[in-house]
């Protein structure tokens, strides 16, 4: 499914893992990638559980309620139910609206019971794998964003031909050269550091 982000728009990413101190975004399998975008913005969050992804994607339905409530067959106040006041907001396909939608998708991550090579690079901890593994789904998404943005610009368009076949580390930093897929680029490539560094942190000889 592409996406389409309309200008001007901005992108965010982040985690979402209310409750818990652990730098480890989930103790299952699987997490779940909210993308909500919308004329100024483009929000990429990543969730332990798709319900914790429904409910907040709910809250900003909830805060919006009022551009429905003039069209017919819309009540004047949400539905509890978080699932239906976003297909009411939405649509059934998350895409309705003229300027706005969402796309809520699972991603495996893998979580091994000892040293493995994964996508943060070899000899990652059992502890450190989930962590690796969403720092590269959230890497996956930003660079579909970015995709996104260069299809209106030929420059912006030859710089992602090159990015997609550099190292993650080096491709973030064009990308934060370029502000592709926006200013907040910067941000969003300190926070993947972090979360794997090995992976998306400088090189050494940087």
């Known amino acids: 499914m592409t996406i389409h982000i309309q200008r001007p728009a901005t992108v965010t990413a982040h985690i979402n893992d209310t409750g818990s101190s652990s730098t480890s975004p989930t103790e299952s399998d699987t997490v779940w990638v909210l993308r909500r975008w919308d004329w100024h913005d483009d929000d990429?969050?990543?969730?332990?559980?798709?319900?914790?992804?429904?409910?907040?994607?709910?809250?900003?339905?909830?805060?919006s309620w009022s551009t429905l409530v003039q069209q017919e067959d819309v009540p004047a106040l949400p539905p509890s139910d978080p699932r239906e006041a976003i297909r009411h907001y939405y649509g059934p396909d998350g895409h309705s609206r003229a300027e706005?939608?969402?796309f809520l998708h699972e991603k495996k991550i893998d979580i091994p019971d000892s040293p493995v090579t994964t996508h943060a690079g070899p000899d990652i901890t059992a502890q450190q794998a989930p962590t690796a593994d969403v720092a590269h789904t959230l890497f996956e998404e930003v660079c579909r964003a970015a995709w996104a943005k260069a299809s209106d610009d030929p420059d912006d368009y030859d710089l992602m031909l090159r990015v997609d076949a550099m190292a993650p580390a080096d491709a973030l930093e064009a990308l934060k050269k370029a502000c592709l897929p926006s200013d907040l680029i910067e941000w969003i490539a300190a926070a993947l550091a972090l979360l794997a560094p090995d992976v998306y942190g400088p090189s050494c000889s940087a």
């Open 100 to 102: 706005e939608g969402y």
């Open 44 to 63: 990429i969050t990543v969730y332990s559980t798709q319900d914790r992804a429904l409910a907040d994607l709910a809250e900003y339905v909830k805060r």
